[in-house]
């Protein structure tokens, strides 16, 4: 694993100590590896959905299409 140190400014410091202290993280390191994660998974949805805005539609998406969709997803948790 890599390290890096990063420096931060007394008040946010202070924020990073608070959210290890009242959420239940370990250290410092886990609350931003955390974070990164996020980010980064934030990113890939926002490329995702991009993607899907750009590509051509398939059928038209009218009340059949939600009902089938709906049918598809309870028949998926019924599982």
Known sequence: ???MNISLPD???HFVDQQ???RGYGTSSEYVRELIR???DRQQLRNLLLEGASSDTT???D???FDSLRE???KQSSK
Do not use: F, H, Q, W
Request: no cysteine; aromatic share 4%; net charge positive.
């Open 38 to 40: 996020r980010d980064k």
């Open 20 to 22: 290890v202290a009242g």
């Open 63 to 65: 009340t059949s299409y």
């Open 1 to 3: 694993m890599g390290t």
């Open 72 to 74: 598809r997803a309870t």
């Open 11 to 13: 008040n946010l410091k």
């Open 59 to 61: 059928e038209p998406i």
